[in-house]
């Protein structure tokens, strides 16, 4: 089967339940859709924009990284952060 898949590592289907910290403080209720070592998408009820910083905040999962895409999906948004390294 030919796919058109860009991603360069295996993403994990999971599901969990995570706060997106904004640079300036708000956050928002978000739920995790898929994670790799270097990115996850999310799922959200309202947009962020692209390039953004975030802080991500959950049980058992807490990382930073930056908006990389956000579109219109499943009656909200879907949103792909890139995730920054540790230390």
Do not use: H, N
Request: proline content about 3%; glycine content about 18%.
């Amino acid at each position: 089967m030919e796919s058109e898949e860009r991603r360069q590592e295996r993403r994990i289907e999971w599901q969990g339940s995570v706060r997106l910290v904004m640079s300036g403080g708000d956050a928002v209720e978000a739920t995790i859709a898929d994670i790799s070592e270097f990115g996850c998408g999310l799922q959200l009820d309202k947009p962020v924009e692209a390039g953004a910083r975030v802080g991500i905040d959950g049980t058992g999962f807490e990382g930073a990284g930056v908006v990389r895409y956000c579109y219109p999906r499943g009656g909200g948004f879907r949103v792909g952060v890139e995730l920054l390294p540790v230390g």
